[in-house]
């Protein structure tokens, strides 16, 4: 090779390092748009739960899907993590459709959450309570890095699709259906209950991981009558396995 194209090679070299370096930097850019978006919902609990009365209105029997209520609860301290057996290399880009969590007998349709025209992100309607929500501006389920779905913990007086969400424990699966017809199965890693004033937004919509993770958000904690609102988050914390 001549000196002339050894020195084309290394600038081609270069120009394709600093093309991903620029892509990972956008990417890199809209999570953090999306962690500061939506941790501005979080704090402000609009995606949590029912607007016209609090725990005590709703049946602590009553499992989304039609089950009993477990009659294990989890604390506010973080459930400790668990590895699985194997985990799974990230898949393609494909948006979800669904959500499984068969340890909660939640069975759940999937809808797509942007943001509103003040900036705060969208949340599923009160009047579909069994209605889970994913954050389209992150990876889809199964898709290299953080991907985020909410949930209502309760609404209009009855349990919603996340009611249980701390019930869950290191090793539980939940399974995401996706647009190319393949399932995306992820085990629990822990749960947490944070206070909203401290929630991490960046861990939860803009971690930097080189794996798929899912994380599944809702509210707990009190209700606070005089906002309408809960005083915490349930987080639960997954990362995606072979089954």
């Known amino acids: 090779m001549t000196q002339a194209r050894r020195v084309q090679a290394r600038r081609a070299v270069a120009q394709r390092v600093q093309a991903r ?7 890199q850019a809209r999570r953090v748009v999306a962690c500061g978006a939506l941790l501005g919902l979080l704090l402000g609990a609009s995606a949590c739960g029912s607007d ?9 029997g009553l499992a989304v899907g039609g089950g009993p209520s477990a009659s294990a609860s989890a604390g506010s301290s973080a459930a400790p993590s668990a590895a699985p057996a ?8 494909s948006e979800p459709t669904g959500i499984k969590i068969p340890r909660l007998n939640v069975s759940a349709p999937m809808s797509e959450l942007g943001l509103k025209p003040d ?9 579909k309570p069994n209605l889970a929500g994913w ?6 389920p199964g898709e290299g890095g953080p991907s985020v779905i909410l949930g209502h913990v309760d609404a209009n007086r009855h349990a919603a699709v996340f ?6 424990r290191p090793g539980d699966r ?10 995306a199965t992820f085990a629990v890693q822990s749960v947490e209950q944070v206070p909203k004033s401290s929630f991490p937004g960046q861990k939860v919509y803009a971690e930097d991981l080189d794996y798929s993770a899912l994380r599944l958000v809702t509210c707990g904690g009190t ?13 639960a914390y997954t990362r995606l396995v072979t089954g």
């Open 223 to 235: 209700f606070d009558s005089s906002t309408g609102h809960y005083v915490d988050n349930v987080i």
């Open 21 to 27: 370096r620029a892509v990972a930097q956008r990417v």
């Open 86 to 93: 194997s985990y799974a290399a990230p898949l393609p880009r």
């Open 174 to 183: 939940v399974q995401v259906t996706r647009q190319d017809g393949r399932t």
């Open 52 to 60: 016209d009365g609090g725990p005590e209105r709703v049946n602590p």
């Open 163 to 168: 009611y249980r969400l701390k019930e869950l």
């Open 135 to 140: 954050w389209k501006d992150g990876p889809t």
């Open 119 to 127: 900036g705060t992100i969208e949340e599923p309607p009160l009047s």
